[in-house]
Each structure stands twice: as C-alpha cells, then as structure tokens.
C-alpha cells in the first residue's frame, strides 16, 4: 500500500498545478473556440490551441508550475510565417507573441495569473486571461499590468499586438428561436 502511494505522489510531482482533467467545461470550450475562430481571421497570425511550449532549460517552480518540461496555454498566436510542417513538432522552442489561458470553473485565478507570468518570463510579447463566468476578458502587456474588457466593451483591444475582437461574439448565446438538429 505504502509503495502504491509513493508512486502515485511521484506521478502527481509531474503534473501541471492544474491538470487537465480541471480543463473541461462547456463555457471553457465554446470560449477557447470562438476566441481561436475570430483570431484565425487576422492573416498576419497562426493561431494554435493546446500547443506544448518547451520550458525544459527553466526552472517555473517560483510561478507554482510544476511541469519540467512543457507548458500548454488554452491558445497561442504566432507570427503567420509558422505554417504546416512536414515533420511535426511536438513542443515549441519558440515563443508565442500571445497566450491565452481561459478559467476554468475548477482552476484558481491566481493559479493562470501565475502562468501568464511565467509566459511573461519566457519572452511572450502579451497575455490574455479570459474568465467566462463574468464574460470578461483581461487583457495583460506585461505582469500586474492589464485592462479589463466586459460584455459593455464593444471590443477586446490588445494595443501590443494591434488586435480588436467584438467581445460579444466571445461570449454571445444563441437565440431560442435556432433550430436544433
């Protein structure tokens, strides 16, 4: 018994603060998704969800990551030169200009706000944390500094990276009167 437990608290040592099984949720997904959707629509970007960043020459203990080797934010945008590759690649050496982390109903705030720092430390130019159950979004250009866009904005605006997204359509319902399949 005590073997089966060592081996489970050394398995947990490896695992992200918070791991994926917390990820999951409706207002998650469908935030993470409409986000991607309006930012693929800016030619100048690649946007990548779930991409594995490498951080294995750091050390992110002092942020409360736990991971050794890689860190996945919800979404991240690169420049549009990176495109398709004939030999993928599993974790990226090179940084984002943007990462998003969304909060998920079992996820703490001070837990992804840590993360956006170590995004932060890593070279990311800018960081969005998006936190559905207000339907707000904040927008970060460097640690402790960030603008708050709620559902009375008419746009997010990133003026580090030269983005607008209508907030509403990141946090819209849909009309009773759609037809269901």
Not at 22 to 47: C, P, W, Y
Not at 122 to 147: F, M, N, T
Request: proline residues 4%; charged residues 30%.
């Amino acid at each position: 018994m005590k073997r089966n437990q060592k081996m489970n608290e050394l398995l947990e040592e490896d695992i992200l603060e918070e791991d994926d099984s917390k990820m999951g949720s409706i207002n998650h997904s469908l935030t993470q998704v409409r986000i991607a959707s309006l930012l693929n629509n800016d030619e100048r970007f690649t946007v990548m969800t779930e991409l594995s960043l490498d951080i294995s020459q750091q050390d992110f203990s002092r942020y409360g990551i736990k991971a050794k080797d890689e860190i996945k934010p919800d979404i991240c945008l690169y420049p549009n030169t990176i495109d398709w590759q004939d030999i993928d690649i599993l974790k990226m050496k090179e940084m984002p200009l943007l990462a998003i982390e969304i909060l998920s109903p079992m996820q703490s705030l001070e837990t992804l706000k840590n993360k956006l720092y170590a995004y932060f430390a890593l070279g990311v130019k800018s960081c969005w944390l998006a936190i559905p159950s207000i339907e707000a979004i904040d927008i970060y250009s460097q640690p402790k500094q960030h603008k708050t866009f709620t559902m009375t904005d008419s746009e997010v605006i990133d003026e580090q990276l030269e983005i607008q997204l209508p907030i509403q359509k990141v946090f819209k319902r849909r009309s009773n009167e759609v037809q269901t399949v």
